[in-house]
């Protein structure tokens, strides 16, 4: 079965920038198209970042077009989050997944903006 394992996360203020890591273990993560979720307190989990299995595609919830960048690096079976001009909203907890969410989840990793 394949965990998830996600982390980078901390306090940042207004414009900084942080960048997420989730390690996946199996041999079968290159097989997957992943993304990333957040899940903001009383709201419900949301995609934000997607990409193809073999990292030529990707796409962006217009949330955070132009701030935020998906990668993935599949000899090491981990996908990344470059989140930079952070803003208080994208305060939650990110996750990795598969596009449909498939796999078990992960602890996740908090992002919180603020000043």
């Known amino acids: 079965q394949v965990q998830l394992v996600e982390s980078g996360g901390g306090l940042v203020q207004p414009g900084g920038s942080l960048r997420l890591s989730c390690a996946a273990s199996?041999?079968?993560?290159?097989?997957?198209?992943m993304g990333w979720f957040r899940q903001a307190p009383g709201k419900q989990r949301e995609l934000v970042a997607t990409?193809?299995?073999?990292?030529?595609?990707?796409g962006y919830v217009d949330s955070v077009k132009g701030r935020f960048t998906i990668s993935r690096d599949n000899a090491k079976n981990t996908v990344y989050l470059q989140m930079n001009s952070l803003k208080p909203e994208d305060t939650a907890v990110y996750y990795c997944?598969?596009?449909?969410?498939?796999?078990?989840w992960g602890q996740g990793t908090q992002v919180t903006v603020s000043s």
């Open positions: 997944n598969t596009n449909s969410g498939r796999l078990v």
């Open positions: 990409i193809t299995s073999g990292g030529r595609s990707t």
């Open positions: 199996g041999s079968i993560f290159s097989g997957y198209a």
